[in-house]
């Protein structure tokens, strides 16, 4: 089993700045793509931004130059920096993450979701 755990949340006024981590944990051989949705109430869960292993990146085009994501293979973490928050940008985080696991099988992980939420 692999478990991924998000942090970094939290209430920040419009303006400011956020960066969230997601660390993955237990049975991984490795890890290709690990990214980043979002879903704000009553709306479907969207794409923010997803990384792959060798580091090409990929972004919602509207949050292009605002958020950046990173990783650190050795630690199987996953960032997301977010800068010039908006109120728009309130949702529910979530980590993602495709593992390829001690048994060489692959397997789509989400992590538990953290609360962003950009107030005016």
């Known amino acids: 089993q692999v478990q991924l755990v998000e942090s970094g949340g939290g209430l920040v006024q419009a303006g400011g700045s956020l960066r969230l981590s997601c660390a993955a944990s237990?049975?991984?051989?490795?890890?290709?793509?690990m990214g980043w949705y979002r879903q704000a109430p009553g709306k479907q869960r969207e794409l923010v931004a997803v990384i792959s292993s060798g580091g090409v990146t990929n972004y919602a085009d509207s949050l292009k130059g605002r958020f950046t994501i990173s990783r650190d293979n050795a630690k199987n973490t996953v960032y997301l920096q977010m800068n010039s928050l908006k109120p728009e940008d309130t949702a529910v985080y979530y980590c993602?993450?495709?593992?390829?696991?001690?048994?060489?099988?692959?397997?789509?992980?989400w992590g538990q979701g953290t609360q962003v939420t950009v107030s005016s």
């Open positions: 237990g049975s991984i051989f490795s890890i290709n793509t």
């Open positions: 993602n993450a495709l593992v390829t696991n001690n048994q060489l099988r692959v397997y789509n992980f």
